[in-house]
């Protein structure tokens, strides 16, 4: 008795004493029971179980009454089908959850994806908008041909309105001094014959 004292200690746990269930795969239980689920619902299923069900009652009704296995009432097929149905439906719903559990996996990843799409679109449209204001202020090929076109037709009508304005102005008499090369401007010197001052007037002063 003491031996199995000794033995027991508090900090480890017991072993699991009683009956012990089988074990299996859930993930492989799941599958066929999902393949189950989809061959039941198909339209193969129905005409399969109708045939069966025709031939159950032909040969129970029609044949010999030492070869029915079944006789009317059909019990035994009541049975099979009670059995069938008992089964089909946590089967089915099995199925059911686990498509659901698949189908919120999915809708998560949906959603993450949709997050990083949306945050890229965020992330692009402003890099766009920076490039949109950059590209403002840059001067581009057709503005520059728009702002030379503008100041040719500027200079051009600089020119038109000069020439006009220089046909409108009367021819000045050339005055003294001013017929020297280079426009310089006439000397301060005193009148004599030496220049041809007085030949130019035409009279000379008297002596």
Same mark, same amino acid.
């Given at each position: 008795m003491a031996d199995q004292r000794r033995t027991e200690r508090l900090d480890q746990p017991r072993e699991p004493r009683g009956v012990?269930?089988?074990?299996?795969?859930?993930?492989?239980?799941g599958r066929w029971s999902e393949g189950i689920a989809r061959g039941m619902g198909t339209a193969n299923f129905i005409v399969y179980m109708t045939v069966v069900i025709a031939l159950w009652f032909g040969w129970n009704t029609l044949a010999p009454a030492d070869l029915r296995f079944d006789p009317?009432?059909?019990?035994?097929?009541t049975l099979v089908l009670s059995l069938q149905a008992s089964y089909a439906a946590p089967l089915i719903l099995l199925a059911q959850n686990r498509q659901t559990d698949?189908?919120? /996996?999915?809708?998560?990843?949906?959603?993450?994806?949709?997050?990083?799409?949306?945050?890229?679109?965020?992330?692009?449209?402003?890099? /766009?908008?920076?490039?949109?204001i950059a590209?403002?202020? /840059?001067?581009?090929?057709?503005?520059?041909?728009?702002?030379l076109a503008r100041l040719a037709e500027e200079l051009d009508a600089a020119a038109q309105r000069r020439q006009k304005r220089e046909a409108r102005q009367p021819e000045r008499p050339v005055?003294?001094?001013?017929?020297?090369?280079?426009?310089e401007p006439p000397?301060?010197?005193p009148r004599d014959d030496l220049d041809g001052d007085y030949a130019r007037d035409g009279h000379r002063p008297e002596s």
């Amino acid at each position: 008795m003491a031996d199995q004292r000794r033995t027991e200690r508090l900090d480890q746990p017991r072993e699991p004493r009683g009956v012990t269930l089988p074990r299996f795969d859930p993930e492989a239980f799941g599958r066929w029971s999902e393949g189950i689920a989809r061959g039941m619902g198909t339209a193969n299923f129905i005409v399969y179980m109708t045939v069966v069900i025709a031939l159950w009652f032909g040969w129970n009704t029609l044949a010999p009454a030492d070869l029915r296995f079944d006789p009317y009432t059909f019990t035994f097929l009541t049975l099979v089908l009670s059995l069938q149905a008992s089964y089909a439906a946590p089967l089915i719903l099995l199925a059911q959850n686990r498509q659901t559990d698949r189908d919120r /996996v999915a809708l998560e990843e949906d959603r993450r994806r949709a997050t990083m799409q949306k945050a890229d679109t965020e992330y692009l449209a402003r890099e /766009v908008a920076a490039l949109r204001i950059a590209l403002g202020e /840059v001067a581009t090929r057709d503005f520059l041909r728009s702002e030379l076109a503008r100041l040719a037709e500027e200079l051009d009508a600089a020119a038109q309105r000069r020439q006009k304005r220089e046909a409108r102005q009367p021819e000045r008499p050339v005055a003294r001094g001013e017929g020297r090369s280079g426009g310089e401007p006439p000397l301060d010197e005193p009148r004599d014959d030496l220049d041809g001052d007085y030949a130019r007037d035409g009279h000379r002063p008297e002596s």
